[in-house]
């Protein structure tokens, strides 16, 4: 069985430009949330969806948007971008939605700003 | 609002010693506790899980007790592995939400 798949997996871009990150999840799973990773500020949450719905949206400005599409695909945009947003970008996907399922994350896609 | 301490690392032992890694939370009601392993390069793995008080996650070897009294989570095995070698982390998700809050992760040497 396939895990989360995440495209693309190293990516450089320019200040100023936009990015556009793609999560394929678990096959039957329809829950999916995204997380940054830096060295400074650890894991942070950015959002969830279920069902095409955002359940939940951390504290991040609002150049940071995502989507869940009907086949529970996901993608997450990041517009204007700084030097700050360089980092570890997670998907994560669940078979449904709620406090303790377990949530399988991908390999992630690395992001620099330049 | 909710959050989760984790003891300082790095952390270096040698192989077969005894793992213990600290992790407390402060949350509302009843959280998940979660413990995630990355390695390298990759993602972060589930290493195990408790959804309620007093239930012990396992795998591989390592352990953890959900403690409500004193909101602690802390992860330990018994005889640590070179493979071992990872960044942990421990999480929990809130009753009202899956959104996983993070400790700030403990990097784990084993040498030979």
């Known amino acids: 069985k396939a895990g989360v798949t995440q495209t693309p997996r190293y990516l450089i871009k320019t200040r100023g430009q936009q990015v556009t990150l793609s999560c394929s999840p678990i096959?039957?799973?329809?829950?999916v949330s995204w997380y940054q990773q830096t060295p400074g500020q650890g894991l942070q949450f950015l959002f969830e969806?279920?069902?095409?719905?955002?359940?939940n949206k951390g504290n991040f400005p609002g150049r940071f948007s995502g989507r869940q599409f009907s086949n529970s695909r996901s993608e997450m945009n990041v517009s204007t971008l700084e030097l700050g947003d360089s980092a570890l970008y997670l998907c994560?996907?669940?078979?449904?939605f709620g406090s303790g399922n377990t949530i399988y994350f991908g390999e992630g896609s690395w992001l620099t700003v330049v | 609002g909710n959050s989760v301490t984790q003891m300082e690392g790095p952390v270096t032992l040698s192989e077969e010693a005894f793992l213990t890694i600290n992790c407390t939370y402060t949350?509302?009601?009843?959280?998940?506790l979660f413990w995630y392993v990355q390695y390298p390069g990759e993602g972060l793995q589930l290493l195990l899980k408790?959804?309620?008080?007093?239930d012990k996650g396992s795998n591989k070897g390592f352990e953890a007790t959900y403690r409500k009294e004193t909101t602690s989570f802390h992860l330990e095995k018994g005889s640590v592995q070179v493979s071992d070698s990872a960044v942990y982390f421990c999480?929990?998700?809130?009753?009202?939400?899956?959104?996983?809050?993070f400790g700030q992760g403990t990097r784990l040497t084993i040498n030979p």
């Open positions: 994560a996907s669940s078979l449904v």
């Open positions: 096959s039957g799973h329809r829950s």
């Open positions: 969806y279920f069902s095409e719905t955002q359940r």
């Open positions: 949350a509302t009601g009843y959280p998940s």
């Open positions: 408790a959804t309620k008080a007093d």
């Open positions: 999480a929990l998700s809130d009753s009202s939400a899956q959104k996983l809050v």
